[in-house]
C-alpha cells in the first residue's frame, strides 16, 4: 500500500491545489493520501493558511474525499504548530483536543499571549514541489 499522509497544497506554502496533488499521487499508484496543510497562527507567516481560507480548505478536501472514492483514499488533516502559551493541537480552536488530559489542561495552554511579530521561513528552506513530482 502506498500512502502519503503529509502533503501540502495551496491553502498553505504549497505551489499545486489540492485537486492535482490528488491526481498525481493517484497517477503515481498511491492507495491514499492526507492533506495536512499548516494550521492558522494568531500572527502572520508565509507558510500557514489565513484563517479565513480554514473553512475553503475544509470543504475542497471533504469534495476530493467524495471525487475519489473507491479509488484512493483521501484524508483531512492540519499540521498545528505549538508554541507555549500561545498555540497548539489541545487549544480548542480546531475542534475537541486529541489528548487524553482534562480540559482544564487544554484550557490552560490556550491562555492569550501577547500578539508575536510576523514570522517568515529563513531563507533557502523552501520545500515547494509542483505537483508533477510527485505528492509531498
Given at each position: ?5 503529509h502533503t501540502h497544497c495551496q491553502f498553505c506554502d504549497g505551489r ?120 509531498r
Amino acid at each position: 500500500m502506498l500512502t502519503n499522509y503529509h502533503t501540502h497544497c495551496q491553502f498553505c506554502d504549497g505551489r499545486s491545489s489540492a485537486a492535482e496533488m490528488a491526481e498525481a499521487a493517484h497517477a503515481a499508484g498511491y492507495d491514499a493520501l492526507g492533506f495536512s496543510s499548516h494550521a492558522p497562527l494568531p500572527f502572520d507567516t508565509d507558510w500557514t493558511m489565513k484563517a479565513e481560507r480554514l473553512p475553503d480548505y475544509v470543504d475542497e478536501i471533504r469534495r476530493l474525499k467524495k471525487v475519489w472514492e473507491g479509488r484512493m483514499e483521501i484524508l483531512l488533516g492540519l499540521e498545528i504548530d505549538w508554541i507555549e502559551s500561545l498555540v497548539g493541537p489541545g487549544d480548542g480552536r480546531f475542534g475537541p483536543s486529541p489528548c487524553r488530559r482534562s480540559s482544564s489542561c487544554c484550557a490552560a495552554r490556550a491562555r492569550p499571549a501577547p500578539p508575536a511579530p510576523s514570522m517568515r521561513r529563513p531563507a533557502g528552506s523552501s520545500l515547494r514541489r509542483a505537483a508533477s513530482s510527485g505528492p509531498r
